[in-house]
């Protein structure tokens, strides 16, 4: 039987395969991919090689026999990544376990211990294999050992043989360490001859033979400039062939019998893998991973013509499934209910038809666990029936718990919580044209395992939430709000459709007057819609700079036609064309399409699982985007009034609320004593950062003040403010540096949010709402400094989030409590739409600003600016 030995370069593989991996960490957060692809290499080794003897070696410290002929030897390299440097233990204990022997020699290196069990091996003539990322070591290649390095990934591995060697390089093995002393190697600080590379050095060999030849024939080297290089480094490079020569003879005490290698130890293997979450690895092994995981494969659903009091029970999970999103319009398909009497079905909305279920429905003392509680508070409402005694959203559970996994897709939510085999929406129902109902027996299994899902993961979820101390966020936020935002939907707001059609009309009478401006500058009429028509006449027939190209031609972006307003009057027209047309087809006609006719009124939803900052987003129409920078835009909202004639539309919205929550986290004292005595925040900045008098603050260093005041809410960048300020990088760098100088609380708060997310991989709000960042140890610059810039800015808009959310609950408290007539109609960011009765304005005009501006306590006082009118416009 050939006697196989395989040699292993243990740092060198843990280096390739911590590089070569994303960064994995299991359950308990400790990273695995340098293991993981050590695991993977063993394995495709053991397999492929078969070996008989085995080793791998590792360098056992910073210091070698080579320093002291070079102290700078490996000099240059940078400090071991701590995410790597924790993995080293663990492929330690992943060699026992593998009964694979290690070793290492102090004053020597793995190479070293690899070179000397090499030569002893080829001596008793063993086939050695060495497998190492150090190209150093093909010098060992011969006719009994091959080197194999790795080349992309782990597990593709280039096998050095003297022919490949030949092949490649057109030398012999022996000269490697020759064309190494040549050329140096600037990973190991090895200097070489400066100005040689690997294609002159292997020139000169082939010529030469070795080092020590091409100095006795110095004056046969072709090339003035080269002879130069090599007369003056000689020392260099017969100095750094020393240090690439690998010991053969090393002072080891391992002997090649001693390496003997039978097998892994699966006793130690697999227990060891499966803490390590290697479950890939374990399956190819043959070994059954034991995955939290619960077919629901045997749900016996009940189906009913409608509920009765023998089918209520307290708690029940209760599910009602819409035909399609928008659940202020489409029908209802089924209802079902899972509690410890059963699982049952009643098919559309006729569960809405029975007495027990209504009354069961609408009793707070009634437990109800749902998956989207805003959901079932709507369409309830569509029925005549208010929604009580929800006390558990697995919808808005989950969305807590990971806000960057949200999904609307119930099968998706409750796969993470170990529950498979419950078919998505897409599966059952087909999508697009295909869609539709399926027979009431699938149908009634299907929303039967939603309900079962919805009952059988709430236990974990709540554990889950409290162990990351989020249960208060999800009953004393997220619920309570659910049902406000279901409220303020299914209530929505009155839309004056005259006065936006009239809107329509003139702003079609300007794009008009605006296009016969266009074709007058541009001497010629086009389609001003068409890109490629419109660069002609830019490019060619005006002759504007060119700025950027696409692959159909000329780029006519907004972001380039900005950076050309000042060479042509034409490009502002252009500008304000689009806006305007924009006006006309998104809002105008848009909004008139969803108005509901019998009442005027827009039924918006609010996405309440959707940011990863906690914010609310609308659809269906978006009501939070209306632009209110260009004052026909603005008069969009001319069009949203009362619904009842002479009430009063009021808005509230906050001052500042981001930077007053800045204040209090980063707790800086000059940006604390800005609110704390109410005066101009961005003047204050001003002052501080120029070191100006209040009286001496320009115009333009407030606008800079304030650009980096809100710039360092959303991770300011010294290019982002530079584009921002049409100024140079340079000076905008200049400028973050001497703001963070004058506050260097906020320096404090941002370097060290930082350093937390790294050690934790995630940042909170105040109210504990955490956003995951994943990429925050990136060895992508891009994807690092996003989710450093992401760290900084998430607990200050999550927390701003959070507190207009609280703001709304409180609210809405005070309305019930007081028994008050007014409406909360609109949640717009920072701002708050009420619709008022003439006789409740005194009051809401003191109430609302007060319960706002109560919503939390922070070491800065919060504050809301009320305007009130017979429009929206008008109120602001």
Known sequence: MTKKLVLIDGNSIAYRAFFALP????????????????????????????????????????????????????????????????????????????????????????????????????????????ISGDKD?????????????????????????????????????????????????????????????????????????????????????????????????????????????????????????????????????????????????????????????????????????????EHLASPSALHIEIAGENYHRQEILGVTLHNEKGTFFV???????????????????KEKWVYDAKKTFVVGKRFGCEVKGITFDLFLASYILNPSEAAAEFAGVVSRHGFTNISSDEQVYGKGAKWTVPAEDVLADHLGRKVYGVFAVKGECTDELVKNEQMELLEELELPLALVLGAMESYGVKVDKERLNQMG?????????????????????FNINSPKQLGVILFEKLELPVLKKTKTGYSTSADVLEK????????????????????????????????????????????????????????????????????????????????????????????????RVLAHIADDEGLKEAFLEDRDVHTKTAMDVFGVKEEEVTSLMRRHAKAVNFGIVYGISDYGLSQSLSISRKEAGTFIEKYLNSFPGVKEYMDEIVKDAKKQGYVSTLL???????????????LKSFAERTAMNTP?????????????????????????????????????????????????????????????????????????????????
């Open 23 to 130: 960064l994995l960490n299991n359950e308990k957060g400790i990273y695995t991919n340098a293991v993981y692809g050590f695991t993977t290499m063993l394995n495709k080794i053991i397999e492929e090689e078969k070996p008989t003897h085995m080793l791998v070696a590792f360098d056992a410290g910073k210091t070698t026999f080579r320093h002291e002929s070079y102290k700078e030897y490996k000099g240059g390299r940078q400090k071991t990544p701590p995410e790597l440097s924790e993995q080293f233990p663990m492929i330690r204990e992943l060699l026992n376990a593998y009964d694979i022997k290690q070793y290492e020699l102090p004053n020597y290196e793995a190479d070293d211990i690899i070179g000397t069990l090499s030569k002893e091996a080829e001596a008793a003539d063993y086939e050695v294999k060495v």
């Open 137 to 309: 070591l093909t010098q060992l290649s011969s006719e009994k050992t091959t080197v194999g390095i790795t080349r992309k990934g782990i597990t593709d591995i280039e096998p050095y043989t003297p022919s490949h060697i030949q092949e490649k390089y057109g030398l012999t093995a022996d000269q490697i360490i020759d064309m190494k002393g040549l050329m140096g190697d600037s990973s190991d600080n090895i200097p070489g001859v400066p100005g040689v590379g690997e294609k002159t050095a292997i020139k000169l060999l082939a010529q030469f033979g070795t080092i020590e030849k091409i100095y006795d024939h110095l004056e046969d080297v072709s090339g003035k400039k080269l002879k130069e290089k090599l007369e003056t480094n000689k020392e260099l490079a017969i100095l750094s062939k020393q240090l690439v020569t690998i010991e053969r003879n090393a002072p080891i005490e391992v002997k090649v019998e001693d390496l003997r290698y039978i097998g892994a130890n699966d006793e130690k293997l697999i227990p060891l893998l499966k803490e390590l979450e290697f479950n890939t690895i374990l399956e190819k092994m043959n070994v059954e991973v034991e995955e939290d995981t619960q077919e629901l494969t045997n749900i016996e659903v009940t189906i009913l013509s409608n509920f009765e009091q």
């Open 347 to 365: 098919g559309g909305d006729k569960a809405f038809e029975s007495e027990a279920f209504t009354t069961w429905f609408t009793d707070d003392s």
């Open 505 to 525: 009309t003139e702003l079609l009478s300007r794009l008009k007057d605006i296009e016969e401006k266009i074709y007058s500058l541009a001497g010629d009429t």
């Open 564 to 659: 050309l307003e000042s060479e042509h009057e034409i490009v502002k027209e252009i500008l304000h064309y689009r806006q305007l047309s924009k006006l006309q087809s998104t809002y105008v006609e848009g909004l008139t399409k969803v108005i509901t006719d019998d009442t005027s009124r827009i039924h918006t939803r609010y996405n309440q699982a959707l940011t990863q900052t906690g914010r609310l987003s609308s659809i269906d129409p978006n009501l939070q985007n209306i632009p209110i920078r260009l004052e026909e835009a603005r008069k969009i909202r001319q069009a949203f009034v009362p619904s009842t004639e002479g009430w009063t539309i009021l808005a509230a919205d906050y001052s500042q609320i981001e930077l």
């Open 768 to 782: 504990h709402r955490r956003r995951y960042l994943p990429d925050i140890t990136s060895r992508n610059f891009n």
């Open 796 to 876: 200050i808009q999550g927390s701003a989030a959070d507190i207009i959310k609280k703001a709304m609950i409180d609210m809405q408290n005070e309305l019930d409590e007081q028994g008050l007539t007014s409406k909360m109609l609109l949640q717009v960011h920072d701002e708050l739409v009420f619709e008022v009765p003439e006789e409740e304005l005194e009051l809401m005009k003191e109430l609302v600003p007060t319960v706002m501006e109560r919503a939390a306590e922070l070491s800065v006082p919060l504050k809301a600016d009320v305007s009130f009118g017979p429009s929206w416009y008008e109120a602001k």
